[in-house]
């Protein structure tokens, strides 16, 4: 029997590192990013941007599902991403989405029109305009593979929400690293460390670990990695969660060209 040729090793965004940003597509990145604008993404920039909706998305993921287990279930409702958000500040994420969702309408109050009417929520989400909202359902098949990752599953409601979530961070993301790029760098520094009563105070981070280029280098055309990580620490508070998205993109961009 003739022996089978060994494959050959594959490289670039296709190593083990690059393959753990999926579900969240570069192409799918690209397609949001078109949205916001009109700046070249490089491919390392995709994969960073992708890499961090996946850290977010799977911590959210993985404190609904401990407040689920809580109650010995293993499929996921909307009240399990409230519990899990009260839980931890830090996946407070994709604010825009809790207007157009009624798992978060009782807890962001009411919006009026300029004679003091109370404006119906259908009205909120009407926009003709591409959007984070309007292109949420993008995510489901991602958000459902994050989902069965962590042996659990969610109710359709749960699972809209989560595409909402993702589909307003990655825009909002995508919003910051265009500017990022318009202005040459950003110069908002710091972290925020997050301490619940009673405990210990967590450890600083190593120094200039969370810290963005106050300078960017590059063209002011192209949206690239380093952008991508300034974006984030704009939109993450300064506590664990930051940290462990800015290092798996980091990790999950080695091997990626910039182009």
């Not at 404190?63 to 109650?71: D, H, I, L, M, P």
């Amino acid at each position: 029997m003739t022996a089978q040729p060994a494959r050959p090793e594959h490289s670039g965004p296709e190593t083990a590192s690059a393959m753990d940003v999926s579900p969240f597509k570069p192409s799918l990145v690209k397609a949001v990013f078109r949205d916001v604008t009109p700046m070249h993404v490089s491919r390392s920039a995709a994969w960073a941007a992708a890499s961090v909706t996946r850290t977010v998305l799977t911590e959210i993921i993985d404190g609904a599902r401990n407040a689920a287990a809580a109650e010995a279930r293993k499929k996921l409702m909307p009240g399990d991403l409230l519990s899990a958000i009260d839980r931890n500040v830090e996946l407070e994420v994709g604010v825009k989405w809790y207007d157009h969702s009624p798992t978060f309408r009782g807890l962001t109050g009411v919006l009026y029109d300029t004679e003091g009417v109370i404006v119906p929520s259908r009205k909120r989400s009407g926009s003709r305009r591409p959007s984070a909202v309007v292109g949420a359902h993008r995510f489901e098949a991602g958000v459902k593979k994050l989902l069965g990752n962590q042996g659990v599953r969610a109710v359709p409601a749960m699972v809209r929400d989560l595409d909402g979530i993702a589909s307003v961070f990655l825009t909002d993301l995508a919003r910051d690293a265009a500017m990022v790029v318009r202005e040459g760098g950003v110069n908002r520094f710091g972290t925020v460390t997050l301490v619940t009563s009673g405990e210990p105070a967590p450890p600083p981070f190593p120094k200039d670990s969370l810290r963005a280029p106050s300078a960017r280098k590059g063209d002011r055309r192209t949206i690239g990695r380093d952008d991508i990580l300034a974006a984030t620490t704009m939109q993450l508070f300064g506590g664990n969660l930051r940290q462990r998205a800015l290092t798996e993109a980091r990790e999950a961009t080695q091997h990626t060209s910039a182009d």
